[in-house]
């Protein structure tokens, strides 16, 4: 009898050994299976990272590249401006001339007509270099405002001295400026030149 109860009990022990194992082999499997899918998501994390870092690069790159594009702006808008500058600085001096030039060609014709001859030629007649209308298209690109020509039609009578021919001195004067007559778009320019 004692016999077959230690039986009985190595039975049951048997069958307590088989289940826990079968238990323990279901655990082991999803133990496993938990382990490859840890290691899968990290290096999925570990890709992610990497390609963070890269598009953190990209964007340094191009955080950096906006930084040069903004500082070319920059060395370009003081450019334009200085250039800006000069171009009214030579402006002045060339209106400058214009307005010692002007007194002196009225005089000169004046004597010549006293002696029969003929006026000389303005300067818009006389060479094309002598107009600012080229400097008139560089600087509405960049400005918007508008230079002129020295050939324009102005809007008061400047005061001349009477010569023996009396008023044909203000005939002369708006001879000067018959060019401007030919081109009424270059008419504003007694805002600069006057």
Not at 28 to 33: D, E, H, M, P, Q
Not at 36 to 58: F, G
Request: hydrophobic share 35%; charged share 35%; glycine share 2%.
């Amino acid at each position: 009898m004692a016999d077959e109860q230690e039986i009985m009990c190595k039975l049951e022990s048997i069958k307590e050994i088989r289940n826990k194992t079968l238990q323990m082999e279901k655990i082991k499997a999803r133990l496993k299976a938990e382990f490859e899918a840890l290691e899968s998501e990290e290096r999925h994390l570990k890709e992610y990272k990497q390609e963070m870092d890269l598009l953190l690069q990209e964007k340094m790159a191009h955080v950096e590249e906006l930084r040069l594009i903004h500082a070319d702006i920059n060395v370009m808008e003081n450019t334009i401006k200085q250039s800006e500058n000069d171009l009214n600085k030579l402006l002045e001096s060339t209106r400058r001339l214009h307005d010692e030039y002007k007194p002196l060609k009225e005089h000169v014709d004046a004597l010549r007509m006293t002696l029969g001859l003929q006026r000389l030629p303005d300067l818009c007649e006389e060479e094309e270099k002598l107009s600012l209308e080229p400097v008139c298209h560089v600087t509405s690109k960049f400005t918007g405002t508008h230079l002129y020509a020295l050939c324009a039609k102005p809007r008061v009578d400047l005061e001349t001295p009477k010569s023996q021919s009396g008023s044909r001195m203000n005939e002369e004067r708006e001879n000067t400026w018959s060019c401007a007559d030919q081109n009424p778009s270059l008419w504003p320019v007694i805002d600069v030149l006057m």
